[in-house]
């Protein structure tokens, strides 16, 4: 096998092709240049399995009224399986729209049943290989005969909209469970509000019993003036605010209830204020000299 080299094969037909298992597919020649747009070299398997065995180089990709063709290259362990007549026919792997319309091909395989016989290997003792380029009638409607075979056909074409079906549905199922979690989650924060709000309510109502019994035991110590109670009951600072206007009421009621007391005792007669301070005196154990005369 020193002397295998690279050999021209047909990559597909043009025209309407009806296959050994009466499919039909259109391929155009947009196909050809889908290919070339992009210039990636198509993979070469066996029997639409397993890893590469060879390849199709992009650049040695060329179209005329027959077909699409292209150079076939197989790696060194390969070569044999083409030498050696363990399969003699190219399978294409076509992607296509809903109405069987060729996009693109994807890969090539090495194959015994095809579903196009067109695709033939014509080997001899391992020398370098052709594929016979017969000349298709260009008009619609032609089909490829060739002799009937079990096939695995099934692999050679993807029909796009059936491959991508099920992805359809599912994210058909998805987009349903999204707008459900979106229910549950909008019903979820209104009920946490809702709590947030009660919970919020039921601090409010607490806080203002505490300090309305606050207030009035401040008042009833005369600790803060009456006129400012109200004042306090309407309070919307936090707790420490709430602490330190108290600390000023209780400032202002402080010097006032001290003034008034100075008041009484500088009203008080002098003698009345001497027996009040004897009294005071005399529970001490002092005697003034007053009380001694």
Known sequence: MENFKPLEVM??????????????FVVEK?????LKKSQLDLPVNVDHEGSAIGWIKNASLRLDDSGIYGLLELNKNSQYLVSEKHYRYLSPSYLVDKDNNVQTITSLSLVNTPNILKQALNSIQGAPMEIQ?????????????????QTQEGKASVNLDEALKPLFNALANLSIQIEELKK??????????QEDSDTEENTQVQTQAKRAKQIKNLVANNAILPKRAGALMDFKGNDEAFDEAIEIYKLEACAIYNKIELNKVQATPHNTLAELIERQLGQFGHVSATSQN
């Open 184 to 193: 549950l989650l909008e019903a979820k924060n209104e009920g946490q509000e």
């Open 133 to 149: 380029k017969e000349q298709l009638e260009p008009q619609k409607g032609q089909e490829i005969e060739g002799k009937a075979a």
């Open 30 to 34: 947009s196909v050809f240049e889908a």
């Open 11 to 24: 990559l597909s037909p043009l025209g309407r092709i009806k296959g050994i298992d009466g499919r039909v």
